[in-house]
Structures are given as C-alpha cells and as structure tokens.
C-alpha cells in the first residue's frame, strides 16, 4: 500500500509556532540541532575584520580565525559583527548589504535563523552618518535621566530602522582614577549618578526594541594606575559597594537583555572565567535572564593575557562554564576548540544547551524564529532593493529631531566652573579664539564617536556630520566681533614660536577665549580615548605652558576644555576670569559652548567627576574615606579644585525654610524633610539638588559622604518651590563586617547640598532598632515631591 505526499498537511516545526512561550520554541529547536549546529549560534562573525575592515583593536589579527565563512553559515550563525561600525558606508546601502547577508544566511543553513546584528552606540550609533551625541560623561553632566533616556530611545530607533538588533551599550564602570584612558565612556565617580543615568539609557534603547548591554561586568575602570586592561586590587566591599550597584540597579529598574563581562581580573580571577560573578550573582542571586556576550576577544585573553587557560578549547570550557553565552567578536574559541572539548569530555553538551537556550530565547523575543520573518528593514520598505545606487542618500541617521535632542543635551552638559562677573561675554570688539582645539572639527568627539572610531582610516572619506569647529561657533554667536585665531600649541606637543604668536594676539584682544583639552583616539592614537591612558592630570602637551604665558598676559581670560577626562587647572582655577569644562559634547557642542559663552544659554551642568588642584594624586574621587583625605602626615593633598556636583550658572537660588518632620526612624523606616528653593536671578534656571551622607560611626570604614539622590529642579526667574523629601533608611546600606548588606542603627548626617563641597543644610538623623540585613530588593531612591510656591 502506498500513500501520497500532501504538503498541505505538513505541520511547521513547533519552534516557528508564535503560540508557543519563547523558552518552549528554544526548547524544540535545540531539541533538533545537531552539535555543530549549536555552537554556530553562540559566535558572532565579523566579516569586515582585518585589512578591508580598517583595523580598529589591538590584537586583532591574531585573535580572528581564518573564517570560511560558507562552511560556516552552512551550520548557522549567533550574530553578526558591527556591519555598519566597520567601514564608512551609506546608511541605506549599509542596511541594504545587511539585508542581503541575513537573506544568505537564512538560506545556507538547515533552519534558516537569522542572526542578530549588533552594533556599538555608546555616544549615538556608530555608523557613518549617524547622530553624534555628547559622550558618557556629559550624560552625568546633566544629572538629567529623562534627557539621556530620551536620546538613547532616538537612537534605539535609528538603529533598529535599518536592520540592527543590539547596542554594546551602557557603560556603567564607575571611575576610580582618572588616569584612565576610557573615562570619557563613563558617566562619572559616583555609583549612584551611573546606576541612575545608565539605567535610563537602558530604558530608553530597550523602548525601541534594541537589546541593551551593560558593561564592562564587573571592575574594569577600577585597574591599577589607571592603566587600560590591568589587573584590579579591590576588596569584596569596595565592588559590592562601588563597583556593583550600577549594574544591579540596571539590571532591575531597566531590564536589559545583555551584559558584558570586562577584560580584567580582580585578585587574580579574570571575569571571563568568574562563575560566582556571571553566574552566582547575575543570574541566581539578580535575576538576570538575557545572554551574557563576551567583550571583544576576551575568552581568547584567558589564554593569551591572563594565562589561566592552557590552551583555546580550555578557554572556551573556562567561559562557557562560567556563563558566557556568545563569544564576540568573531569566532576563535567557541568553534572547532569547543567542539574539541565536548568530544574529550571536557565541556558537557548541557553547557553549550544552556546558553544556546538563552540565545534562542532571544531571538524569538526579537522575531527571529517567527515564520513570516522578513529581512527588509523599515526604511528600505517600499524601495527598489535591485537598485542599489538609486538607494543611496536615502536614510537620514542625522534627522533635525537628532541635532534638537544632542544640542539639548550638550547645552544641559556644559559646566561652568569658574566665573568672576566676566560671563556672559556680550557683545566684544575683539576676541582672541586661541589653543589647540579652537578650530578642529573632531574636537568634540570621544574615541567611539564613528568618525574617530573608524573614519580617521579613511580620510578621503567625507566625516557624513556637520561638525562646526569652535572658530565657526564663535564667529556665529559673536557676529559682530573681531575674531582672530591662534593655535599656540597642538593638544600633544608645541612650537616654542606659537605661543609667542599667542601671547601677541592675546595682548591686542579685548577677552581671551582659550581652548584646551584632548584629541580622542584609540590605542595611543589620542590623549583620551580607550588604551590613551595618561601618566598624569597634566594638560597634555604644552598646554599648560600656553595657559600661563596668556595669564601673564593680563587680558581677561575664559579658559575652555574639550576634553575626554578632568585636567589639574594649575593657575587657572584662580587667576581665570571664567572656565567652563566640557566633555566631549558631541556634534552640537561648540555652539552650546559659544551658546554659553554669550549668555544665550544659561549653563547648567553639574561635574559627574572632581577636577583635580594637583595633576600626580591619582587615585581620587570624592567617594573617599576619612584617611584619604588631605591630612598632616602625608605631603599628598588630594583635595580637588572643583569637587563632584560642582556647577555655577547665570542665575543664583536660596535655599531656606527646612522643616524635619521625621529626624529619627526605625532600621526600616524613612526620613522626612522639606525646604523652599527660589530662584532669585533675572533668568530661568536651573538647580540641582544633591543628597549627600554621611555615617559618622559605622563597623566598616565608609567614605567621608556619597550621593544617595538629586533631583534637577527648573525654575523661571522669580519661580520658587517647596521641595519635600522622603529617604528610606535603605539609603543608608552598606556591606558590613561579614560581607552581606545591612542598615545599622546610629546617628547619620545628611547633606542637602547643591554639590559635594557646597551643602546647603546639614540635618542630623538617626536610625533606631536591631541591625537590619539587605538584599538586592532593597529601595534605591529617595522621593523628591517638588510642589510650586
């Protein structure tokens, strides 16, 4: 007896079936994968890598396998590398290429999945063309979490637009030494700003449908001597108590689907290869349900740079085992060496089920595995995809909504550190423009902004931004007045001839405009930027020597700074007219420089990191105990010029009418405060209200104070308000003697203060009843009601 095929009653595999929960769709699919098949989906593949890529990291060509990369797709593909990131392309003709791999992708292999694409977007998304926004530290700046969620949901959008899945994005590595050269990708000193800022950024890429990333998990930026990739000396206190929290907040409040592990060891244990961290604690202790993606090489570097793997299949066991899900950026370790240690019964079959279960998951989350999935992104819908040069100028990642939000966010990010009356400048006859970044484009750029990341290896290749110099900002703002230009020195190094050239043009102006700071650059190609470590807080080069021949000078003088880190001012921090510090703002930021400078934008920023008084006291942050600070028995003062939370703007607040409703609580309970902020100046305004305290006696040594709120408070000129408080006693943690979190009774200080140097009221507190233990649940906020007046 025979039968007859009848392709109308075939049923689609259960893990195409929509219905289905993601984790049962996983499960099937895994079900049916052959070995290779399953690794093949925990490897990125980064086809531009090597010399047609434009190399862009350190050890690149010895970390990536030659790739055969049909071979490869026949068995499947986890995700695809950075193709917008690689080269310049046209954004349209970039998605167009994307689309064309992810269709040849689906037809190689015997399921057919896509992979997913990720992209870098740490200051905007890092592809030719795109938006590019102030950097990290200037998100601190304006301790201003709606703004910055609102950018990264803007960028969310344009990358999602054209095909991408996922951002390596936020950086939550709290700043421990600003020696180092990726400060500029933080977002400041303090844990709780971070936690707070980056958790934002995190709502607002995952609002667009992009999976966010956190890293570096957990204690990159805390390296020895600021060193990029160093082993880390902390305790278990100081990462659970600074290191930690941001990303334990991120990972709560703002549910991102990824995480990073970091490059660096922390006593001796790599985080590529430290289970109790990826495993222990993110996932069983947090809660964390996403992929974990290694950081770029950063399996391989168990074996190359840490030496705790004998050789590639003992790293690959190492990672894998410790919860690394997907090796990035390219396949090395998680591909034949894998395979080599399953069949030797080094690595069990149920570890690799394991983490492709959690990458599945994740594309069926994302639509990956549905299947009517189509590989046409929105803006390539309706278009001629056979056409490709009648693509081209099509996709706009620069829209005027983009500029809107990076000048919005540049102009709350400028901090104005000094000023003796000599802000706003009006209307000058003559002005000075002089320093090494008065008239460069890229002045405002951090090292993964896309036209440092990768375009400065094609210089015939157009920046695709409007990109106005400081010169061109200022000769917009002050129409009307004299502008001479003089470079003086570059950002690293002088002609003893320049300066004299400057001296001279100083002396026949009527205000100096000075303009420091940083080129940004990768691996030693900058002065900040990642592996751009510094030695010192000097300025770099001859700047300083430029500084103090124009001080001499006697002209009035506004020192500014584009710069990736903070720099020890020397004399400017008291013989300046005005300074105004600015980290790397983005493409709008030297018109919310010359914005500020004339007083069209009354400057509201706030320092995410202290400004050092001395350049050779690093480490220091204001998160500091007792012992470090400035004392008789050591000739070392690191007492800053400019402490955290430091910012003056055009107009001024009082602060008065506090009233304690509850100044003594239970271990469990909450504070109760309220106070009345006016603004008395001529102009709308902003202030910001920090929360600082500080725990006199404690078990273990706490820092002298640490931010536990803010609140960013508007006021038009004459507006006030009454601002309440509640802080619960959570506020009040910290790691105790036996390594677990607590809340002790005693007596507390808070700090209402309008920065780390500056408290408005100092209230006494105390906390009664038994010592109250902690856990990750705990509340993390203080409630700000703010009610007009």
């Known amino acids: 007896m025979s039968t007859t095929h009848d392709p109308a009653a075939e049923v689609a595999p259960a893990w195409r079936d929509t219905m289905l929960p993601p984790g049962a769709r996983a499960d099937a699919l895994i079900a049916a994968m052959t070995l290779r098949e399953k690794t093949a989906q925990l490897i990125g593949v980064w086809v531009a890598a090597g010399e047609g890529g434009g190399e862009v990291a350190p050890h690149q060509h010895e970390m990536a396998e030659p790739l055969d990369l049909d071979a490869q797709l026949r068995d499947g593909l986890g995700q695809l590398t950075r193709s917008f990131g690689s080269v310049p392309v046209d954004p349209a003709l970039g998605a167009l290429s994307l689309l064309r791999t992810q269709r040849r992708i689906v037809a190689a292999s015997r399921f057919g999945i896509p992979a997913l694409a990720h992209e870098e977007c740490l200051a905007g998304f890092a592809a030719w063309g795109a938006t590019a926004y102030p950097v990290p530290l200037s998100w601190g700046a304006t301790f ?13 959008r344009d990358l999602r637009a054209v095909g991408v899945h996922q951002g390596l994005a936020p950086v939550l590595d709290v700043v421990r030494d600003a020696r180092w050269g990726r400060v500029e990708e933080t977002i400041g000193e303090d844990p709780y700003l971070v936690g707070t800022v980056a958790t934002a950024y995190v709502q607002g890429l995952e609002s667009a449908g992009i999976v966010a990333t956190l890293k570096h998990f957990a204690g990159y930026s805390a390296s020895r001597a600021g060193r990029n990739l160093a082993p880390v000396s902390m305790g278990p206190r ?74 590639w299949s003992d790293a690959a066991a190492q990672a894998l085992g410790s919860g690394v899900d997907v090796e990035l950026p390219t396949v090395k370790t998680f591909g034949q060496p894998l395979l080599d240690a399953v069949t030797a019964g080094a690595v069990p079959e149920q570890l690799i089920d394991r983490a492709l279960r959690r990458v599945l998951v994740q594309k069926a989350q994302l639509g990956l595995l549905d299947p009517d999935w189509d590989p046409v992104p929105d803006v390539l819908a309706d278009t001629d995809l056979t056409d490709p040069e009648a693509l081209r100028g099509l ?22 550190l000094r000023n003796d009356g000599l802000l706003p400048l009006g209307r000058p006859a ?43 900002a200022l000769a917009a703002e002050f129409a009307g007045s004299e502008l001479r230009t003089v470079l003086g020195v570059s950002v690293d190094g002088a002609d003893p001839a320049g300066i004299a050239e400057a001296v001279r043009a100083a002396r ?101 990191v202290s400004v050092p008084a001395h ?51 239970g271990t469990d309970g909450a504070f109760r405060l309220a106070f009345d902020l006016r603004n008395t100046g001529e102009r709308a305004g902003a202030e910001v ?33 009454r601002v309440q408080l509640d802080l619960p006693a959570d506020l009040a943690s910290f790691t105790g003697r036996e390594g677990h979190r607590i809340v002790e009774p005693g007596a507390l200080e808070l700090r209402i203060s309008a920065s780390s140097t500056d408290a408005r009221f100092t209230v006494p507190l105390r906390l009664a009843g038994p010592v109250r233990p902690l856990d990750h649940t705990r509340q993390f906020h203080p409630t700000f009601m703010v009610r007009e007046l």
């Open 689 to 721: 209200v920090q929360l600082y305290l500080h725990d006199p006696v404690a078990s273990v040594v706490q820092p002298v104070q640490r931010l536990v709120g803010y609140r960013r408070i508007e006021l038009a000129a004459g507006a006030g308000c």
């Open 395 to 416: 996709v706009d990642l620069d829209r005027p909504a983009n500029r809107a939000l990076a000048a919005e966010l540049a102009e709350q990010a400028v901090v104005l």
């Open 508 to 608: 026949e102006a009527d205000v100096v405009v000075l303009a420091l700071g940083d080129r940004a650059g990768l691996f030693g190609r900058g002065t900040s930027g990642e592996g751009c470590d510094a030695d010192s807080l000097e300025l770099p080069g001859r700047q300083r020597e430029l500084l103090d021949a124009l001080l001499d000078c006697g002209t009035p003088m506004v020192v500014t700074l584009l710069a990736g880190r903070p720099y020890a001012l020397g004399r400017a921090a008291t013989e300046a007219a005005a300074v105004v510090q600015c980290f790397f703002p983005g493409e709008a930021g030297t018109g919310a420089l010359a914005g500020v400078l004339s007083g069209r934008v009354n400057p509201s920023g706030r320092l995410p």
């Open 615 to 665: 350049p050779n006291v690093q480490p220091s942050t204001y998160l500091a105990a007792p012992l470090a600070q400035a004392s008789g028995v050591s000739s070392i003062d690191p007492t800053p010029a400019y402490g955290f939370g430091h910012g003056l703007g055009y107009s001024e607040f009082d602060w008065s009418g506090l009233t304690v409703e509850t100044a003594e609580t």
């Open 144 to 156: 201003d979490p709606e703004l910055v969620r609102a950018m990264a949901a803007a960028i969310g």
């Open 238 to 311: 100081e990462r659970a108590d600074v290191i930690l929290p941001p990303f334990e907040m991120a990972v709560r409040e703002g549910r991102p689907r990824s995480v990073m592990h970091a490059y660096t060891d922390t006593d001796g244990l790599p985080s590529a290869a430290d289970e109790a961290l990826l495993t222990g604690l993110l996932r069983d202790t947090w809660g964390f349900t996403g992929t974990l993606v290694a950081d770029y090489f950063g399996i391989a570097f168990l074996k190359t740079l840490h030496g705790v793997a004998e050789d």
């Open 430 to 472: 003559r002005i000075a423009l002089i320093g090494p970044n008065a008239d460069e484009p890229t002045a405002v750029l951090g090292c993964y902004a896309f036209p440092v990341h990768v375009g400065s290896r094609h210089p015939e290749v157009p920046l695709g931004i409007e990109l106005p110099t400081l010169r061109e």
